[in-house]
């Protein structure tokens, strides 16, 4: 599956954005959708997942009750709704998808976007 991932920018602490992830080329319902994140001289970390029709969630501590993800399998797209941002925040995020549920490591997902810069000015 082809992803695109979009809707990055620049924001003000306690702000909000809504990225999305849209995917192309295979049966998008068949893959878990997950959000990663990378900062400059860090190592890629996991956002979020979301299950092929949505049943189930997973968040990282560090987003947890600020980030909500969620897919509409109708649109082949996945998205992730960010509240109250912050300046550690900051990031390239990326979307990526597996067939299988349950991990958190980067090197297990082969299908990734481009990535999109995320900003929060203190």
């Known amino acids: 599956v082809q992803l695109q991932a979009f809707g990055g920018g620049l924001v003000q602490a306690g702000g909000s954005l809504r990225l999305s992830c849209a995917a192309s080329?295979?049966?998008?319902?068949?893959?878990?959708v997950s959000w990663f994140r990378q900062a400059p001289g860090k190592e890629r970390e996991f956002v979020a997942s979301?299950?092929?029709?949505?049943?189930?969630?997973s968040y990282a501590d560090s987003v947890k009750g600020r980030f909500t993800i969620s897919r509409d399998n109708a649109k082949n797209t996945g998205y992730l709704q960010m509240n109250s941002l912050k300046p550690e925040d900051t990031a390239v995020y990326y979307c990526?998808?597996?067939?299988?549920?349950?991990?958190?490591?980067?090197?297990?997902?082969?299908?990734w976007g481009q990535g999109t810069q995320v900003t929060v000015s203190s």
């Open positions: 979301i299950a092929w029709t949505g049943g189930m969630t």
């Open positions: 990526a998808a597996r067939v299988n549920w349950g991990s958190r490591v980067a090197a297990d997902f082969t299908s």
């Open positions: 080329g295979r049966t998008f319902s068949n893959y878990v």
